[in-house]
T-cell receptor
């Protein structure tokens, strides 16, 4: 399939291992954060979100960690599967604004 | 989540021509958003389109280059005018989710300008 981004940072993980994808956000006033997954040929899909009053939130096989001190967000995927192969974007928002600012993206490649 | 249909899914166009991209949503939404995703880049918001009013453009994007229509609560179009190879990108339509915080996205329109 067509690549979303040809020059993105790539993380290669063995199937079954845990993945950690990192994101540095830009605005210290941002109060809402989202992780999106974008598979080849598709639009971004919502994975998980977190507000700035939390430092951790768990979903099904995914955990988002927020460190406001260093403006850092991470997405942990447990027991990574081939279907997790995609480009992952973090997005930040401030005060219910209309413009979500997207990070540069990371390509996750799951090795058999 | 909303079902968002974009047409065309991809196109190859000649320099100097224009392309209109359609976005149809299966439910009524107040705001629709148009994003650009250049090769190897992240998503950048072009404009926000509200029904019954002019679109609001982000810095670096102008109405003459990217005219937008929003005739009703389920439909919008984005036109890429007088195209150049630098306009080769994926153009994505997006809407607010029911929660009003996150965004749902269409599959995108992959545009190549020769």
């Amino acid at each position: 399939g067509e690549s979303v981004g040809l020059h993105l940072p790539t993380l290669s993980v063995q199937e079954g291992d845990n993945s950690i994808i990192n994101c540095a956000y830009s605005n210290s006033a941002s109060d809402y954060f989202i992780w999106y997954k974008q598979e080849s040929g598709k639009g971004p899909q919502f994975i998980i979100d977190i507000r700035s009053n939390m430092d951790k939130r768990q979903g099904q096989r995914v955990t988002v960690l927020l460190n406001k001190t260093v403006k850092h967000l991470s997405l942990q995927i447990a027991a990574t599967q081939p279907g997790d192969s995609a480009v992952y974007f973090c997005a930040e928002n401030y005060n219910y604004g209309q413009n979500f600012v997207f990070g540069p993206g990371t390509r996750l490649s799951v090795l058999p | 989540s909303a079902v968002i249909s974009q047409k065309p899914s991809r196109d190859i166009c000649q320099r100097g021509t224009s392309l209109t991209i359609q976005c149809q949503v299966d439910s009524q939404v107040t705001m629709m958003f148009w994003y650009r995703q250049q090769p190897g880049q992240s998503l950048t918001l072009i404009a926000t389109a509200n029904q019954g009013s002019e679109a609001t453009y982000e810095s670096g994007f102008v109405i003459d280059k990217f005219p937008i229509s929003r005739p009703n609560l389920t439909f919008s179009t984005l036109t890429v005018s007088n195209m150049s190879p630098e306009d080769s990108s994926i153009y994505l339509c997006s809407v607010e989710t029911v929660r009003g915080e996150t965004r749902d996205f269409g599959a995108g329109t992959r545009l190549s300008v020769l």
